[in-house]
């Protein structure tokens, strides 16, 4: 089992970054198959990106390649989500999740949460 906590949500203007950070505790992290995922209000939680265990394969929505990254570090067992030239269409709240039995795009396959970040980008 893992426990996860994420950090550094804001308020920011547009053209703005943030890193978020999602701390793991536990045992095994890099066993771990790490997503971040978002959700506005009134929307479906929606994938933002995903990590391989190893960190050596990642994948990204559409709607945030070329602008975000992810990463971790096994050794500080923490996921980061680095966010460039936010858009105000990326304000949500945003979750980390961990799936340790393969990557996914479906949230429904995750079966470990923190309790989410607010993100707000004002126009």
């Known amino acids: 089992q893992v426990q996860l906590v994420e950090s550094g949500g804001g308020l920011v203007q547009a053209g703005a970054s943030l890193r978020l950070s999602c701390a793991a505790s536990?045992?095994?992290?890099?066993?771990?198959?790490m997503g971040w995922f978002r959700q506005a209000p009134g929307k479906e939680r929606e994938l933002v990106a995903t990590?391989?265990?190893?960190?050596?394969?990642?994948y990204y929505a559409d709607s945030v390649k070329g602008r975000f990254t992810i990463s971790r570090d096994n050794a500080k067992n923490t996921v980061y989500l680095q966010m460039n030239s936010l858009k105000p269409e990326d304000t949500a709240v945003y979750y980390c999740?961990?799936?340790?039995?393969?990557?996914?795009?479906?949230?429904?396959?995750?079966?470990?949460w923190g309790q989410g970040t607010q993100v707000t980008v004002s126009s």
């Open positions: 990590i391989s265990r190893s960190g050596g394969s990642t």
């Open positions: 536990g045992r095994s992290f890099s066993s771990y198959y």
């Open positions: 999740a961990a799936n340790p039995r393969f990557t996914s795009l479906s949230p429904d396959h995750y079966d470990y």
